[in-house]
Nanobody, 119 residues
Framework: VQLQASGGGLVQAGGSLRLSCTASGRTFSSYDLAWFRQSPGKERAFVGAIRRSGTDTYYSSSVKGRFSISRDNAKNTVYLQMDNLKPEDTAVYYC?????????????WGQGTQVTVSS
């Protein structure tokens, strides 16, 4: 399987970005999906996840109310809508196919996309 993330960039605090992650080579709709992020010097941290059906989503407390995850199974794509961005959201963002959501175990990782939020 390959996961291709895109949509990162430089944005001012308070702005918005939408990340996309497209999968190939697997039955996308059979998987729960997750987003993680990693800042320099820190461990990779959970951002949010969406169940295979798309009806249930989960978020870390640091992004809840600002970020939203959705998926389009017909396009094999998961999205991370990020609003009201803060400088502390600066990180490389990774999408993952979840072999298991809780506890999380990845089946595959995307290559990451850089998000930089300026103050």
């Amino acid at each position: 399987v390959q996961l291709q993330a895109s949509g990162g960039g430089l944005v001012q605090a308070g702005g918005s970005l939408r990340l996309s992650c497209t999968a190939s080579g697997r039955t996308f709709s059979s998987y729960d999906l997750a987003w993680f992020r990693q800042s320099p010097g820190k461990e990779r941290a959970f951002v949010g996840a969406i169940r295979r059906s798309g009806t249930d989503t989960y978020y870390s407390s640091s992004v809840k109310g600002r970020f939203s995850i959705s998926r389009d199974n017909a396009k094999n794509t998961v999205y991370l809508q990020m609003d009201n961005l803060k400088p502390e959201d600066t990180a490389v963002y990774y999408c993952a196919l979840a072999a298991n959501l809780v506890p999380f175990r990845a089946d595959a990782w995307g290559q990451g996309t850089q998000v930089t939020v300026s103050s």
